[in-house]
C-alpha cells in the first residue's frame, strides 16, 4: 500500500504535483488547481500543527470510518466535505501566486515526511489521532485523491 513514508511513493506525488498547472481542469468538485493546492497545505498544515481546526470526529469517523479510509484498496468518493479551517471559500488559504503555492506545498510536504520531526502531530480533525503510519499512508491518499480530481 502507499505511503509518503516510501521514497518512490513521496517522488510519485511530486511528480503528479508538476503535471498541475493554474489552467488544469477539474473532473469534479468545486476547486480550482490553484484551490487545491491551497486546500492541500492547509492539511497539512492542520496535521503538524501549523492550524488548528476544531475537531468534528465521532466514534464511527475514529474507528470504522478511519480504518476503511486508510486501508480499504479503494478510491475515496467524491465531495465528501472538508473541516472549514481547510476549505477553500470558507476558512481555508486563498489563492496566492501559483508557483509560490507550489513551493510551499512542497516545503510542507518535506517536513510532512522529515526524519526525524521536528513537531508532533495533532490530531486529524475527522478520524481524530493518528498513528506516524496512519498519518504517512493518510497523506499520500489525500494528495493522490486531489490530484486524480485534476487528471494527475
Known amino acids: 500500500m502507499?505511503?509518503?513514508a516510501n521514497p518512490k511513493d513521496r517522488d510519485e506525488i511530486l511528480q503528479r504535483l508538476s503535471a498541475i498547472a493554474p489552467s488544469s481542469q477539474?473532473?469534479?468538485g468545486k476547486m480550482?488547481?490553484?484551490q487545491m493546492i491551497?486546500?492541500?497545505c492547509d492539511a497539512l498544515r492542520v496535521s503538524i500543527g501549523e492550524i488548528e481546526?476544531?475537531?468534528?470526529?465521532?466514534?464511527?469517523?475514529?474507528?470504522?470510518l478511519r480504518w476503511a479510509a486508510l486501508w480499504v484498496p479503494a478510491q475515496w468518493?467524491?465531495?465528501v466535505r472538508?473541516?472549514?479551517e481547510c476549505e477553500q471559500g470558507l476558512g481555508g488559504t486563498p489563492p496566492g501566486q501559483f508557483e509560490s503555492d507550489l513551493i510551499e506545498l512542497r516545503r510542507l510536504l518535506d517536513r510532512f515526511t522529515e526524519q526525524p520531526r521536528s513537531f508532533e502531530w495533532q490530531a486529524h480533525p475527522i478520524?481524530?489521532?493518528l498513528s506516524d503510519r496512519e498519518w504517512l499512508r493518510w497523506g499520500y491518499l489525500h494528495m493522490d485523491h486531489h490530484l486524480r480530481q485534476f487528471g494527475a
Open 127 to 129: 478520524f481524530g489521532p
Open 38 to 40: 491551497c486546500h492541500l
Open 32 to 34: 480550482s488547481a490553484v
Open 82 to 84: 472538508t473541516v472549514p
Open 53 to 64: 481546526a476544531k475537531p468534528a470526529d465521532t466514534f464511527l469517523s475514529r474507528t470504522m
Open 26 to 28: 477539474r473532473r469534479w
Open 77 to 79: 468518493p467524491h465531495g
Open 2 to 4: 502507499k505511503t509518503l
